[in-house]
Structure formats: C-alpha cells, structure tokens
C-alpha cells in the first residue's frame, strides 16, 4: 500500500481524521481480525454522497432533458464500471489495502472491491470535510465522463425491450440463475431470454454484484445475440 499522503495529494484533499482514510482503504478481507462495518458504512454513505452530486450536476447541466433522460444518464455514471474506471483514475489500486492473493481466489473479485473503494473513499471525504469537497472530487472525477455523450445513453435492458417490442416479439423474461461469492462481494448470474417464435430462444448470460446488474449484463450480451440473428 502506497503511501496515503500520495493519494491525498492526487485527489487535493488531506484529511484530518487519518482513521477515516485508513477504513477506507482497507479491504474487509484483509485480515480475519479487521471489522468489515466501517468500510461497508463508508461504501454505503459514498454511494448516496455519489448519487446526490451527480443528480445534481446533471440537472444543471442538461437543463432541457426529461426526467427520464437524466435517469439514463445518471445510472450510466453510478454504475460498477464506472467506478471502477474513476478508482483507477485516482490510482485507488495502488493505495488500497488488500489481503494476498494465493489462494484466496481474491482476484476474481478486483474489480467490484476497487468500485466498492471508490465509494467508501467518497463516503469518508464526506464525513471528514463535508459535502464541499466531496462535490469538488467528484465534479473533478465525473465531469469530462458526464459530458462525453451528446445523447443520454440507452440501458440494455430498455434497448432490448424497445426492440422486442417493435419487432412485434414478446418481452424478454430474467431467470435468476446462481449467486457466488462472499457477503461483502458477490457475484449474480442471471439469464435473459428471448422467444423469437418457431420454437427458436435466444439467450444472454450476465454477472455482476446485484441482480439488477447481472440483468442488464444478460440484456447486453442478449442484444449481441439478436444482431446476429437480425443483422441490419
């Protein structure tokens, strides 16, 4: 683990409370010893702290879009991959601690602990500074990401069903196939399916950290599915 004065200096905030920090970066798992509360409270907390300064900066930026479409575009910048994206902005991976790697089967699971870290290190700037500088990070982090697309981007989920629907098919059903891992990562698989009539099913696998997240994997990879079937 790096030194922590590195990451302050990264992100222009230096904290009072060195404990806060330290919670934040550590990872549950890396000692049997070590509460995994805190740094669940802090993921929890970064993640509200997240979503109410994109909502805002959102609103202030797309002053003519719907609520729908603000909607689109805000789940697009919440999102596991995202976080993941801005933890490696902010180099997140060199500072946090994490336990080894042999024969932990960790590694599996790197990417939703860095998107986890990402939202506990909000979470902590938030209770040590306040919301100024949460915003201030986050407006930092998310601003070039937030105006990267002219249109608000598409959720698989309502691609697929926009497209069902005006291929004049029946609506995609979601099987909730398994669930792996510890509490603090796990790992849905969940399946989406498609009757394309003639006794012909396509279908599209999808994992992520909730339910909600493995569905829209499966729509995505359902949606690769069809193009091939139905290439324009």
Same mark, same amino acid.
């Given at each position: ?8 200096? #990264? ?12 919670? $934040?970066?550590?990872? /549950? ?14 993921? =929890?907390?970064?993640? #509200? ?12 930026? =797309? /002053? ?30 060199? =500072?946090?601690?994490? *336990? ?32 100024? *500088?949460? &915003?201030r990070v986050i407006k930092y ?5 937030? #105006?990267?697309?002219?249109? /608000? ?5 309502? %691609? ?8 004049? =098919?029946?609506? /995609? ?6 669930? $792996?891992? *510890?509490? &603090?990562? *796990?790992?849905?698989?969940?399946? %989406? ?6 006794? #012909?099913?396509?279908m599209g696998r999808g994992q ?9 994997? %499966?729509? $995505?990879?359902?949606? %690769? ?8």
């Open positions: 683990m790096g030194a922590v004065i590195d990451i302050e200096k #990264r992100i222009d905030y230096y904290f009072d409370d060195r404990m806060l920090l330290k919670r $934040a970066l550590t990872h /549950p798992s890396v000692t049997k010893e070590v509460d995994g509360k805190p740094f669940e409270r802090l993921e =929890f907390l970064g993640d #509200r702290v997240l979503g109410l300064v994109i909502a805002e900066l959102l609103y202030n930026e =797309f /002053p003519t879009e719907w609520e729908g479409e603000l909607a689109r575009r805000f789940s697009y910048l919440v999102r596991k991959e995202m976080l993941l994206e801005v933890a490696h902005d902010m180099g997140l991976k060199d =500072f946090m601690l994490l *336990p080894e790697e042999k024969g932990t089967g960790i590694h599996k699971h790197y990417d939703t602990i860095w998107a986890d870290g990402c939202e506990a290190f909000l979470g902590a700037i938030y209770l040590d500074g306040g919301l100024e *500088p949460a &915003h982090y998310w601003q070039e990401k937030l #105006r990267a697309s002219e249109s /608000p981007p598409i959720d698989p989920k309502n %691609a697929l069903q926009e497209w069902s629907q005006g291929a004049g =098919f029946s609506l /995609p059903t979601y099987t909730y196939i398994s669930r $792996a891992g *510890p509490d &603090h990562a *796990p790992e849905f698989i969940m399946e %989406a399916t498609l009757d394309i009539g003639d006794g #012909r099913i396509l992520g950290p909730s339910k909600k997240a493995a569905e829209k994997e %499966a729509a $995505a990879y359902l949606l %690769a599915e069809i193009m091939k079937e139905f290439p324009e």
